[in-house]
């Protein structure tokens, strides 16, 4: 296979990441999130905010996903997230099965979900045989690669809070949509009004890794203890705050995310070079194409990517992907 544009996850590890949790392999340390580096990644974040934020070091986006519910959940809840969105679409299910919550897959308007979508929700709502709507969730960047602006976000919230509902923002890419609006942390979360969010680095460049960050402070407590509840309190806890430490030295998390993001451009670029349209617009670093069956069959033997359905095809790009890789596919393509 000459390449997988299938993932971001599928990338390799940087350098930065492996030799730093080389660096903390070499004596015995305090596990379980007490351990020194834990806390420096604590510091770290918090100096990103203006107000105080509580923060949880995981394995993955799922987990974030889940916990992140949990927290702001009642017995009685329902969350509403896009039909597509991974919460709702790419996890079996996990959230509802955990947390026994409802999710309500809306429409949304351009692959976002909008205020609109919450009134509607409201309007058919019957609180006397339904769950409550109290949780909201996005992904930014969304499923499409399409990324919330900084003021459709402080609207979404806004709307949200007006009717005490909750918003968590599923942030796996985080990195690749704040690259994209030249912003950080406290502008797209704290500023927008954001209650919970995930910092996602596994898709980043990491080895593994997701950080919770807790805004709101009506949720900020027991946190130990429902992180130990789902199964994310880990003994060696100084590789995941490792990681996390190099992501925040010299911005390697925003030096690696504009790079996806620039490699998606150009790949744009290209595929329209030989009349290939993109299906959506190019945010972050996901490119959606239609391709034909013989495209499809023909290139499937040569590199990996994302088949959705009725032609349409997701190609992601990476850290570490290569001008000289976008060419090799675009040269395959032209032969067939």
């Known amino acids: 296979m000459n390449y997988d544009f299938a993932g971001d996850t599928e990338a390799a590890a ?3 990441i492996i030799e730093r949790c080389l660096q903390v392999n070499v004596s015995n340390m305090t596990g379980y999130g007490k351990d020194d580096l834990t806390r420096q990644v604590q510091e770290i974040v918090q100096g990103q905010f203006s107000k105080k934020i509580s923060t949880l070091l995981l394995s993955n ?20 997230s896009l039909k597509d969105g991974h919460i709702n679409d790419c996890e079996v299910g996990a959230t509802e099965f955990i947390t026994g919550c409802k999710i309500l ?9 909008t205020p609109a979508d919450i009134e509607k929700a409201l309007k058919n709502q019957d609180l006397t ?12 960047p969304t499923e499409k690669g399409l990324v919330y602006s900084l003021k459709e976000m402080k609207a979404l919230c806004e709307y949200c809070h007006k009717h005490d509902i909750y918003v968590y923002v599923d942030g796996a890419r985080l990195a690749n949509a704040m690259a994209k609006l030249n912003c950080g942390l406290k502008e797209m979360l704290e500023e927008t009004g954001v209650d919970i969010a995930n910092f996602g680095v596994n898709k980043n460049g990491a080895m593994f890794g997701e950080m919770l960050i807790i805004l709101n402070e009506k ?17 060696k806890s100084r590789f995941l705050a490792a990681q996390y430490l190099a992501m925040f030295e010299n911005d390697l998390w925003k030096n690696n995310a504009r790079h996806s993001n620039r490699m998606a451009k150009i790949l744009e670029k290209r595929l329209r070079s030989i009349k290939i349209t993109p299906e959506f617009s190019v945010q972050t670093n996901a490119v959606f194409v239609k391709l034909k069956d013989k495209q499809i069959e023909k290139l499937t033997k040569e590199y990996a990517f994302g088949y959705l359905k009725n ?14 890789q976008i060419d090799n596919l675009i040269i395959a393509l032209r032969k067939i």
């Open 219 to 235: 949720f900020d407590k027991n946190l130990i203890l429902h992180q130990k509840q789902l199964f994310q309190s880990f003994s």
């Open 129 to 140: 045989h339904s769950p409550k709507l109290e949780i909201a969730v996005i992904s930014q």
């Open 105 to 113: 897959g809306a429409e949304g308007k351009n692959g976002k979900l």
């Open 61 to 80: 986006g799922s987990a974030a996903n889940v916990l992140a519910i949990k927290l702001m959940k009642h017995d009685y809840s329902q969350i509403i």
């Open 14 to 16: 940087c350098l930065e």
């Open 311 to 324: 032609n349409l095809v997701r190609l992601m790009t990476s850290w570490s992907t290569t001008e000289e």
